[in-house]
């Protein structure tokens, strides 16, 4: 799997978090080259879609495939909301913004564990992996941002495929496509916290081959008549 862009939205970190950063970002650019098929072959090689309407490969290989590299960096995999957490120093900096936050954030239900999580020299990185329905980006950035905002991590990294790599993949799943034009709204909220860090790595795949076999699809489970 290559790697077809990197932007940064947003980076509130000091220099040495973001020397901590780039060391961390390294190991998850790792895993994502990491991800190849056929297994040993170093290359994502995608067999392409036949016509408009037949969409083909699954997404699960891949994402199965990078949570185990990352596993081999030490991350933690579905990391869990702290039931208490220490807010970060720059909302008792800006009361506006952490008046605003107490009222309208906190007071809702935790969301969904992150993907991966690692603590590299005091700084809290929170990694989210989007394969999947393309509705559900846009909650997973929310969570992101939630966790900078609520001191849960300091930075956030959202990987996700480009376009290329969709439209061969299963029906309405996640493409960087589909949101770019909502990256500058989640910019602002970082520039307006003026804490945390923000960013994507946008993925595709290495080559087309019609000689592959398909990614399998994540089986659908079974009904059981009664």
Request: with cysteine.
């Amino acid at each position: 799997m290559k790697i077809v862009e990197h932007i940064t939205l947003g980076d509130n970190l000091r220099k040495k978090q973001q020397r901590t950063l780039s060391t961390l970002r390294n190991e998850v650019m790792q895993a994502i080259r990491g991800v190849d098929h056929p297994r040993g072959s170093g290359e994502l090689i995608i067999c392409p879609r036949s016509d408009s309407k037949h969409f083909p490969n699954g997404v699960k290989p891949m994402q199965t495939l990078y949570s185990a590299m990352m596993k081999e960096h030490d991350f933690i995999s579905e990391y869990r909301w702290p039931d208490k957490v220490k807010h970060p120093s720059a909302l008792k900096k800006n009361p506006r913004v952490r008046d605003w936050i107490a009222r309208h954030v906190m007071r809702g239900n935790a969301p969904g564990a992150i993907d991966h999580f690692k603590v590299i020299d005091g700084l809290r990185v929170g990694v989210e992996w989007e394969t999947g329905y393309v509705g559900s980006t846009h909650r997973t950035v929310n969570r992101l941002l939630r966790g900078i905002i609520e001191g849960v991590i300091e930075a956030g990294i959202l990987v996700v495929p480009d376009r290329a790599l969709q439209m061969h993949c299963t029906d309405r799943s996640a493409n960087f496509e589909e949101f770019e034009g909502y990256m500058a709204m989640w910019e602002l909220i970082l520039i307006l916290l003026r804490h945390g860090h923000l960013e994507v790595i946008v993925v595709s795949y290495d080559r087309l081959d019609p000689s592959v076999p398909y990614l399998p699809k994540q089986a659908k489970k079974e009904t059981v008549a009664v």
